[in-house]
């Protein structure tokens, strides 16, 4: 069935330091990607998304690019800032699977001033 | 525009008792989805709704957990009875459609003694 693995967390930066979080997947055919962040006390939002091969998401200064001879989405942000301080979940939505979405297990990232 | 409303955000009941989770999606979404999250990990779908109809539950308990989807607007979730397993962040999401965007709440954090 479909997965996605996400690095393992959590992950601690200094403010306008570069960040990664790794994201790989399993699922059949091509996938759509998506990259949701959840910050304290609320609900997951959409940070950004690609749904084929080679297309780049970005939003907020955030980018991830869909390698699907990798199958990867690692999710990238050149400087961040502490108001990033937030859990991080890759997910995606398999071709066969209508409208479920998969996540990883999440990734906790810090920003200190 | 409001986004899903959740209620109520904590409950904390002994187990065996019996215990509701209210939803109200974003006005115009027809799609609604309720997801499990357990601790440090990413949300599992529970079951989709089309409008009023039920149209994925193969991952809800069905011995113990109910949901309804009256009128096609608001949704309960119903666990009974509780078990201490059953410990764990019960999210809502909507979308205008099947593959549009998933919208989420904040959660409830539900807690069993």
């Known amino acids: 069935g479909d997965s996605v693995t996400q690095m393992e967390g959590p992950v601690t930066l200094s403010e306008e330091a570069f960040l990664t979080i790794n994201c790989t997947y399993t699922a059949t055919g091509y996938p759509s990607l998506f990259w949701y962040v959840q910050y304290p006390g609320e609900g997951l939002q959409l940070l950004l998304k690609a749904t084929k091969a080679d297309d780049k998401g970005s939003n907020k200064g955030f980018e991830a690019t869909y390698r699907k001879e990798t199958t990867s989405f690692h999710l990238e942000k050149g400087s961040v800032q502490v108001s990033d301080s937030a859990v991080y979940f890759c997910a995606l939505r398999g071709e066969t699977s209508g409208s479920r979405l998969t996540f990883g297990e999440g990734t906790q990232l810090t920003v200190n001033p | 525009e409001a986004g899903v409303v959740q209620s109520p955000r904590y409950k904390i009941i002994e187990k065996k008792q019996p215990v509701a989770f209210w939803c109200n999606p974003i006005?115009?979404?027809?799609?609604l989805y309720w997801y499990l999250q357990n601790l440090g990990q990413g949300p599992e779908l529970l079951i989709r709704y089309e409008n009023e109809e039920a149209v994925d539950d193969s991952q809800l308990p069905k011995d113990r957990f109910s949901a309804e989807r009256l009128k096609g607007v608001d949704s309960t979730l119903k666990i009974q009875p509780a078990e201490l397993g059953d410990s764990a962040v019960y999210l809502c999401?909507?979308?205008?459609?099947?593959?549009?965007?998933?919208?989420f709440g904040p959660g409830t954090r539900l807690t069993v003694l």
């Open positions: 999401a909507s979308s205008k459609n099947v593959l549009d965007t998933q919208y």
């Open positions: 006005s115009g979404h027809n799609t």
